[in-house]
């Protein structure tokens, strides 16, 4: 498995941006696709983008669709997720998480390494 590492979390104000990164240790990171989580308040975790183990290919959340990137920097065994325009709703424990191979479904019990989160807080 993958050891990951969040940060970049904060409080921002509706239409703000944050990027998020998430490093990684371990020389089999380009083996991993890897997936940005978020986990609401007494709500279930759920998934925001996912990105191939190559960084060719790309999903998202619907409602996160033209507002956030995701990119990972394989020489820098790190991913980001470039969030913009961010709304209240957005609020949430954002987790990463890695998972060899991809199998196409993007539930959390799918993904097999994950990190202990940051906290990303948008007002209104």
């Known amino acids: 498995q993958v050891q990951l590492v969040e940060s970049g979390g904060g409080l921002v104000q509706a239409w703000d941006s944050l990027r998020l990164s998430c490093a990684a240790s371990?020389?089999?990171?380009?083996?991993?696709?890897m997936g940005w989580f978020r986990q609401a308040p007494g709500k279930e975790r759920e998934f925001v983008a996912v990105?191939?183990?190559?960084?060719?290919?790309?999903s998202y959340k619907d409602s996160v669709k033209a507002r956030f990137t995701i990119s990972r920097d394989n020489a820098k065994i790190t991913m980001y997720l470039q969030m913009d325009s961010l709304k209240p709703e957005d609020t949430g424990v954002y987790y990463c998480?890695?998972?060899?191979?991809?199998?196409?479904?993007?539930?959390?019990?799918?993904?097999?390494?994950w990190g202990q989160g940051t906290q990303v807080t948008v007002s209104s």
């Open positions: 998480a890695a998972v060899d191979p991809l199998s196409g479904s993007y539930y959390p019990s799918d993904f097999e390494s």
């Open positions: 371990g020389r089999t990171f380009n083996n991993y696709a």
């Open positions: 990105i191939s183990s190559s960084g060719s290919a790309t």
